[in-house]
């Protein structure tokens, strides 16, 4: 268990929806990280915010925000979904900023119909 | 090109030593990382080297860096059927904005008994 809670493990919805995604980093950790896993795309990296701030900005599409809370909780919000946005993302968090010794959550799978 | 490479796939027999290999792109990368995905999981740190070092041992793993090639390498001694998943290479990229970890599409480990 690295500690990064992600919710809903699972979720499926219909094309032209909205879906939030939440994220509560590892106690103590300011940074947290989105990441998308598709089969074609591989691993890409959405967005990071730290203590509340967002800090670097990855393939992110248009459709697709973000935002991190005072108690430092992050949330994903994919809006106009297409079925090309079936994917797992994942969070990931860390103590300061920089990727070393990042740990990621399980991932939430999220299936478009 | 932008892509950090990997092989897709390696097998190899219980015992063996395992060799998984990665070109990355930014020669300013400051940590290269090693990242492994179970079935079902998310991704568990293995284990990262700082730019400035030539090779990292911990435990089974020993980690080589090649600077001027911008090759890096995962040995697994001993390697066990747990070892089966896939390994991802990551490379740590600043920008103004902060920094990301870009990662490669990752190789698929096969152990047999």
């Known amino acids: 268990d690295s500690g990064v809670t992600q919710t809903p493990k699972h979720l499926i919805t219909a094309t032209g929806q909205r879906v939030t995604l939440r994220c509560s980093p590892r106690?103590?950790?300011?940074?947290v990280y989105w990441y998308q896993q598709s089969l074609d795309q591989g691993l890409q990296f959405l967005i990071q915010?730290?203590?509340?701030?967002?800090?670097a900005k990855g393939n992110i599409l248009e459709r697709f925000s973000a935002q991190q809370f005072p108690d430092l909780h992050s949330e994903l919000n994919l809006s106009s979904l297409e079925l090309g946005d079936s994917a797992l993302y994942f969070c990931?968090?860390?103590?300061?900023?920089?990727?070393?010794?990042?740990?990621f959550g399980q991932g939430t799978r999220l299936t478009v119909v | 090109g932008e892509d950090v490479e990997q092989s897709l796939f390696l097998s190899v027999r219980e015992g063996d030593s395992s060799v998984i290999n990665c070109t990355y792109t930014?020669?300013?990368?400051?940590?290269l990382y090693w990242y492994k995905q179970e079935p079902g999981a998310g991704l568990q740190l293995l284990t990262y080297?700082?730019?400035?070092?030539d090779m990292k041992q911990d435990q089974r793993l020993t980690v080589l860096l090649n600077k001027k090639d911008k090759h890096l390498s995962l040995r697994i001694a001993d390697t066990q059927t747990g070892d089966s998943a896939i390994y991802f290479c990551?490379?740590?990229?600043?920008?103004?904005?902060?920094?990301?970890?870009?990662f490669g599409k990752g190789t698929t480990l096969s152990v047999s008994s």
């Open positions: 990931a968090s860390s103590v300061v900023n920089s990727n070393t010794e990042a740990f």
């Open positions: 106690s103590g950790d300011l940074s």
């Open positions: 915010y730290y203590n509340g701030e967002e800090r």
């Open positions: 930014d020669s300013s990368s400051t940590y």
């Open positions: 080297i700082f730019s400035n070092m």
């Open positions: 990551a490379e740590s990229r600043f920008n103004q904005a902060g920094t990301a970890l870009i």
